[in-house]
């Protein structure tokens, strides 16, 4: 088995894997509004990772690093080989998708449903541990329908961690197979951070980084004592500003303005102009940077509607920006 090196990565602030939101654009954009969050990318199954084309699925910029893949599965043997072609494509870590609870997810027999196979995830765990040259790690709830949250989760934990899983993100709160749709599955069954603590407070040797609901500043702040950092999922993404204000928190980064990140934005649209890039596929993971300012009804229209009419690429993007602040300039006034 390789050398796990549990404190080589900083997880104190993650964005969440999310289908169809954090692509590679999306992650760029991330990486901009904060330059030492660690980023993933959104779930890919192994199937695909093997019989599909790498570069699509999984070819990324250099300067979203550093960035986990995450993988979803539950044969022990793809998920190896899904390690071994992508362990060398420039990822910090692999992590294994246990927490999502949608259909397609669950007839593939990977995703939260897994939370009922502890022996298998650490099966499947062990073999791409022995696969991989950087780490693996798990992304998992704290419990599916009727198991037990308290010794369920601790035997989960117990088995995956004694192959060598280190790290553990875990979005507090279970997963109701039956019943809930996926979206709903985010929402209603209720928040327990207490619970996740109490795992970060029994488990300390392991890296616990808490998951789900965490939206405000200070909500972060206070929420975070205990873990090794938190994962932001929708939040960032409606709300993208906020991981300025969360790394300055953390970090003591000093923030952007959003117009360095527009600027940053714009080259980066001009650069993949260049490889055929539609601007809409980048602007439309930008839709809330102005979320909460005067003018971001105006930003979100054009980029929602006019991007894919605009043929200047960057340029557009500016333009918006610059009628954003001369309309809040004028509003204040
Ligand atoms: C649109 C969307 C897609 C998601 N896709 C994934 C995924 O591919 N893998 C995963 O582990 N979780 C996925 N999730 C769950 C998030 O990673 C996260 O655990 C969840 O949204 C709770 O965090 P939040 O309350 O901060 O949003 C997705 C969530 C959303 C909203």
Redo the contacts with the bound molecule.
């Keep these: 088995m390789h050398e796990i090196r549990k404190n080589a990565l900083n997880r104190r602030l993650c964005v ?6 954090t692509d590679r654009h999306c992650r760029v954009f991330h990486r901009n509004l904060a330059p030492n969050a660690l980023l993933f990318t ?2 890919i199954t192994a199937e695909a990772i093997i019989h599909g084309n790498l570069n699509q699925l999984i070819g990324h910029d250099p300067v979203e690093h550093p960035l986990a893949l ?1 993988l979803g599965g539950s044969n022990p043997e793809t998920l190896a080989m899904a390690v071994g072609q992508a362990s060398d494509k420039g990822f910090s870590e692999i992590n294994l ?1 246990v ?2 609870p949608s259909d397609r997810v669950r007839n593939g027999q990977f995703g939260a449903c897994l939370m009922a196979k502890p022996k298998l995830v650490a099966e499947c765990c062990q073999s791409m541990i022995a696969a991989s040259n950087i780490p693996v790690t798990v ?1 998992c709830r704290i419990g599916i329908d009727d198991m037990d949250e308290e010794q369920g989760l601790d035997r989960f934990v117990d088995l995956v961690a004694d192959v060598g899983v280190q790290v553990f993100y875990l ?1 507090a709160r279970k997963a109701w197979l039956n019943g809930l749709s996926p979206k709903e599955n ?1 929402d209603i069954p209720p928040l327990k951070y207490d619970r996740a603590r109490r795992l970060a407070r029994r488990r300390n040797d392991l890296s616990i980084v808490l ?4 939206e405000t500043v200070d909500q972060i702040s206070a929420e975070s004592t205990g873990f090794s950092g938190v ?5 960032a993404y409606r709300m993208p500003y906020l991981l300025t204000a969360v790394s300055e928190v953390f970090f003591a980064a000093s923030p952007p303005s959003r117009r360095e990140v527009v600027d940053a934005m714009a080259e980066y649209a001009d650069r993949m102009e260049k490889t055929r890039v539609p601007l809409r596929n980048i602007t439309r993971h930008m839709l809330g940077l102005y979320a909460g300012q005067r003018g971001a009804k105006h930003w979100r229209r054009q980029l929602g509607e006019n991007a894919r009419l605009s043929d200047d690429g960057g340029a557009f993007i500016r333009k918006i920006s610059d009628e954003c602040e001369e309309l809040a300039a004028r509003l204040a006034k």
């Excluded at 969440?16 to 939101?21: E, H, L």
């Design positions: 969440a894997p999310m289908m169809d939101w959104e779930m995450q998708n927490g999502c992304k979005h985010r998951n789900g609901g965490l994962m932001l999922g929708r939040a």
